[in-house]
């Protein structure tokens, strides 16, 4: 059986390096839902790979700078 892969992120740090934006204007920006962005941001759900690079050209980093592999960071 295969091991469930646990997907965390950077995007609470990244929204405070990026002046302190809001989990709305970032919503805005990807054109989700602040409740969406929050379930990411916790870790809850897993955003589609569309929308993991918007996520990543909000903050003008690469995706591994979002989003990584549970032990990796």
């Known amino acids: 059986m295969a091991k469930k892969l646990k997907i965390s992120n950077n995007i609470r740090r990244l929204r405070f390096e990026a002046d302190e934006m809001t989990q709305a204007e970032l919503a805005k920006a990807v054109g989700v839902t ?40």
């Open 34 to 73: 602040r409740q969406t962005v929050a379930a990411i941001e916790k870790a809850r759900y897993a955003p589609s790979l569309e929308l993991a690079f918007l996520i990543a050209d909000a903050f003008h980093v690469p995706l591994d700078q979002v989003f990584f592999r549970e032990g990796e960071n």
